[in-house]
Antibody, heavy 118, light 110 residues
Framework: EVQLVESGGGLVQPGGSLGLSCAAS????????MTWVRQAPGKGLEWVAT????????YYVDSVKGRFTISRDNAKSSLYLQMNSLRAGDTAVYYC???????????WGQGTLVTVSS | QSALTQPPSASGSPGQSVTISCTGT?????????VSWYQQHPGKAPKLMIS???KRPSGVPDRFSGSKSGNTASLTVSGLQAEDEADYYC??????????FGTGTKVTVL
């Protein structure tokens, strides 16, 4: 059974940093592109970042470029999102998801909440 | 990277059909056959319902169907059931390894 479990969310002050993790199991992690998607409270979904199988390609939504870094460790079947210079607008539930095809995410984690507030 | 446009709400009685539109541009919806639809119940993760415009993943009822014409994609739910009440989001590939979601539609089963 495919499982994606996010962790690392919490409360952080504006301008601060936070690192999220996504532990994958039940499939060959190294074969899949992976994505982070976020959802602000009461709002819609927003694509955040995607990474290729071997980490050689990383792609970001404009609003997080230069502040967020997506990475992975295939030996640990884990996906990461390092978030720096956090803003109130980054407050959201962050989901990791497997990429089946372009704009197609077939397995999702349960999400982890990041709150940016003083 | 502007969000795709969906109607905020849609509704129908049990057994009826409801269709949700998803309007983008020639740079996303109109330019690629990579439009997906996701169902999200409150407090839950999104669930893939339709991929590549009109493909249904295993386990998704055939009451769900997708289509596309020009810059607008559509999701139709036929034979509405109570459990179909949820938020629905479209997404599209937008080129250069980027993706964009729709604004979301809340479907109510009357």
């Amino acid at each position: 059974e495919v499982q994606l479990v996010e962790s690392g969310g919490g409360l952080v002050q504006p301008g601060g940093s936070l690192g999220l993790s996504c532990a994958a199991s039940g499939f060959t992690f190294s074969r899949y592109w992976m994505t982070w998607v976020r959802q602000a409270p009461g709002k819609g979904l927003e694509w955040v970042a995607t990474i290729k199988q071997d980490g050689s390609g990383k792609y970001y939504v404009d609003s997080v470029k230069g502040r967020f870094t997506i990475s992975r460790d295939n030996a640990k079947s884990s996906l990461y999102l390092q978030m720096n210079s956090l803003r109130a607008g980054d407050t959201a539930v962050y989901y990791c998801a497997t990429v089946a095809a372009a704009s197609t995410w077939d397995y999702w984690g349960q999400g982890t909440l990041v709150t940016v507030s003083s | 990277q502007s969000a795709l446009t969906q109607p905020p709400s849609a509704s129908g009685s049990p057994g009826q059909s409801v269709t949700i539109s998803c309007t983008g541009t020639s740079s996303d919806v109109g330019g690629y056959n990579y439009v997906s639809w996701y169902q999200q119940h409150p407090g839950k993760a999104p669930k893939l319902m339709i991929s590549e415009v009109n493909k249904r993943p295993s386990g998704v009822p055939d009451r769900f169907s997708g289509s596309k014409s020009g810059n607008t994609a559509s999701l139709t739910v036929s034979g509405l059931q109570a459990e179909d009440e949820a938020d629905y989001y479209c997404s599209s590939y937008a080129g250069s390894n980027s993706d964009v979601f729709g604004t979301g539609t809340k479907v109510t089963v009357l």
